[in-house]
């Protein structure tokens, strides 16, 4: 409650409206089950970015071990021990 006199503050103000209000209980209910979708929301979200980031790196590491620049072949590695002789 507030003095005459006293400047109420932001948490008094919506207090009293909440207390006051005839729709003050159907407007919490609306809030609280809102902010429950939201949790509920978030934590999907959540669940689906931390799978979408494991197939990524799954996907990654496949291409990376896949990658035809990467394989070795027979000819490259005879050609370095050829070329090292020649500077000699």
Do not use: N, W
């Amino acid at each position: 409650m507030v003095l005459p006199g006293q400047v109420p503050t932001p948490s008094q103000i919506l207090s009293e409206l909440l207390t006051g209000h005839p729709e003050a209980v159907s407007l919490q209910a609306e809030a609280s089950h809102c902010r429950a979708l939201t949790l509920c929301s978030a934590t999907k979200v959540s669940r689906e970015f931390t799978a979408a980031q494991a197939a990524r790196l799954d996907y990654d590491e496949l291409r990376h071990r896949l990658e035809p620049r990467r394989r070795r072949s027979g000819s490259a590695l005879s050609f370095a021990p050829a070329r090292r002789r020649g500077r000699d």
